[in-house]
């Protein structure tokens, strides 16, 4: 950003270099102009990004790598977009699926858990997977409910395979030390509710709108 009296001290000193003279007056006009045409040219550069674009400019990116928005919102659009992006290097491995919602929703890799159901010793099936581990806050921040993450995964895996349950995690833990209260970010709330961990929970089917994925 352009100040006044840096400007005004680059000039000679045969000019008046008060704030309050008229020369002052005009160049601090002048500046207004130039650091709005600064700030543009700064939130133009930033909005090249995709997790800094707004609106019409995040549907010029999707256009780009060919990811329609659908009804999403800007913010899952984003995760949209993410994932559009690592997809195209996904080969359908759990490895690459966990790479890519890590990517998607910001993430950190081992904070998610899938297995072949396959193997699974109460309800095996042959063409599902299990989501054991999704942190719930990733989907909350991203606007994204259980059942649109399920959409999602199932695009990632290969063709005809499906998400047959999804484990929600919470940050929620109990006492460190026998019958004493804690309150921190992970255990009981306290009265403002403003700490406090937060419970799990298990995909169940809801009326969601569908995601152009």
Request: hydrophobic share 45%; no cysteine.
């Amino acid at each position: 950003m352009f100040k006044l009296p840096d400007v005004m001290s680059l000039l000679p000193e045969v000019i008046a270099k008060e704030g309050s003279s008229r020369f002052g007056a005009l160049v601090e006009v002048w500046l207004k102009q130039m650091n709005d045409i600064a700030e543009t040219v700064r939130v133009m550069s930033e909005w090249k990004a995709i997790d800094k674009a707004e609106g019409v400019t995040l549907d010029d990116i999707g256009g780009n790598v060919g990811q329609p928005r659908g009804q999403a919102t800007d913010e899952v659009y984003r995760m949209l977009l993410r994932s559009k992006l690592a997809r195209m290097n996904a080969n359908g491995s759990l490895d690459s699926v966990i790479q890519v919602l890590a990517l998607a929703l910001q993430a950190k890799p081992h904070e998610f858990r899938l297995t072949e159901q396959h193997s699974d010793p109460v309800e095996p099936e042959p063409a599902a997977v299990h989501v054991s581990s999704v942190p719930y806050e990733k989907l909350n921040s991203a606007g994204l409910s259980p059942a649109q993450f399920v959409a999602l995964v199932e695009r990632l895996v290969a063709a005809g395979v499906r998400v047959s349950r999804v484990e929600l995690t919470g940050t929620f833990s109990l006492a460190t030390i026998v019958d004493q209260l804690e309150v921190n970010e992970h255990g009981l709330g306290d009265e403002a509710m403003i700490q406090g961990g937060t419970l799990g929970d298990m995909y169940v089917p809801g009326n969601d709108y569908d995601l152009p994925i």
